[in-house]
């Protein structure tokens, strides 16, 4: 069995406010960069001031929307390319 790795960097930066915060998603596979996806999110002025939410927002929709291409390029791949093999 092959074995294959695929590896996603998320990067996260907060405005100096601490009232956005922008996450980017980069999924590489064999060395290149293959998708990148990126999430935001914003804390309302009444709520208090807690990055690790805003970070765990972020990134969680930078994910949702990585997963989302992935799920089109496979959906794309089996209209291309399913249907049964032909005989020889």
């Known amino acids: 069995m092959q ?5 996603v960097h998320i990067y996260i930066s907060e405005d100096d406010a ?3 915060t922008l996450a980017r998603a980069v999924l590489s ?3 290149s960069e293959w998708h990148e996806s990126v999430g935001i999110a914003r804390r309302n002025p009444d709520d ?21 291409k992935l799920l089109g390029d496979a959906a ?4 291309q390319l399913g249907g049964p093999v032909e005989a020889r």
């Open 3 to 7: 074995s294959k790795e695929w590896t």
């Open 18 to 20: 601490d009232k956005r």
């Open 29 to 31: 596979a064999q060395d």
């Open 48 to 68: 208090r001031a807690v990055p690790e939410i805003g970070d765990e927002l972020a990134a969680g929709r930078a994910l949702m929307d990585l997963a989302d």
């Open 76 to 79: 794309e791949d089996v209209a």
